[in-house]
């Protein structure tokens, strides 16, 4: 049993109505030495106007079907790395029992963003190539604060030798 990363956001592709275009993305996290092509993945396009929890909801039990037919478990939990769309995969995920980890640990997920960023979005009607198009948000570490013992409360001068 794996976790699944899900990233459910708009792509750099206009429809015919001039709107941005959807998807969701989900992918298992793949084992040590697994090859790619034995990993899990979803691809399911949104239409603007559907943008919800409840259409994300099915997108997810179907993704869970396809798993299933596939041979592969259900999903310990969600791995959700978009701060903006942690609540709406949290609602559409409570029905179906998964539990939703916000994590900035979506490697596999984030590896096949990169690669329909070079080879699918591109050649797709719609496109939107340079400063028009989201980029890719970095992956950061999330901040932490200093320990209290690590903090200092006044200043000292001092020397060292230099042997």
């Not at 990233?7 to 989900?26: G, H, I, Q, T």
């Not at 939990?77 to 998964?98: D, K, N």
């Not at 979005?121 to 948000?137: F, N, S, T």
Request: aromatic share 8%.
């Amino acid at each position: 049993m794996s976790d699944w990363e899900v990233d459910f956001y708009s792509r750099p592709l206009l429809d015919p109505a001039n709107r941005k275009c959807w998807e969701l993305l989900v992918c298992a996290t793949p084992a040590a030495n697994t090859p790619p092509h034995q990993v899990f993945r979803f691809c399911k396009a949104c239409p603007a106007d559907q943008v919800n929890s409840l259409w994300l909801g099915e997108a997810l039990s179907q993704a869970l079907v396809e798993g299933k037919a596939l041979g592969d478990q259900p999903p310990q939990r969600l791995r959700c790395w978009r701060q903006s769309m942690i609540a709406m995969v949290q609602r559409a995920s409570e029905p179906l029992g998964l539990v939703v980890v916000p994590s900035r640990r979506c490697y596999a997920l984030i590896d096949w963003l990169q690669e329909r960023q070079r080879t699918v979005y591109p050649h797709q009607d719609g496109y939107l190539a340079g400063p028009q198009a989201d980029p890719l948000p970095p992956v950061l570490a999330p901040v932490k604060p200093l320990p209290d013992a690590a903090r200092g409360d006044s200043w000292e001068w001092a020397s060292l030798p230099g042997s």
